[in-house]
């Protein structure tokens, strides 16, 4: 079993910033990802980021140059820096896993609002 905590989520005004942790723990073993998707209201659920355990690292079209993930050296917890923040950013984002022989696995999701 697996869970994911995260965390830095909150309201922010437009061009703020913020940054998303999220923390594995349990069987971590054989990371295939991480990364984050979000949920606005009413929408399709989207990809955000992604990092392998390879370290390679894949971002949605609308989050490019202003996003950035990155691991620790356990490369069980990732962030999300959120930079130049839009409304368009709001939504629920959640954090998910990707292991070896596992189904994948999703935080809890943590609201991200950007008001202007």
């Known amino acids: 079993q697996v869970q994911l905590v995260e965390s830095g989520g909150g309201l922010v005004q437009a061009g703020g910033s913020l940054r998303l942790s999220c923390a594995a723990s349990?069987?971590?073993?054989?990371?295939?990802?991480m990364g984050w998707y979000r949920q606005p209201p009413g929408k399709q659920r989207e990809l955000v980021a992604a990092i392998t355990g390879g370290g390679s690292t894949d971002y949605g079209d609308s989050v490019k140059g202003r996003f950035t993930i990155s691991r620790d050296i356990s490369k069980t917890t990732v962030y999300l820096q959120m930079e130049s923040l839009k409304p368009e950013d709001t939504a629920v984002y959640y954090c998910y896993i990707d292991r070896l022989w596992y189904p994948m696995a999703w935080g809890q999701g943590t609201q991200v609002t950007v008001s202007s």
């Open positions: 349990g069987n971590t073993v054989s990371i295939n990802a």
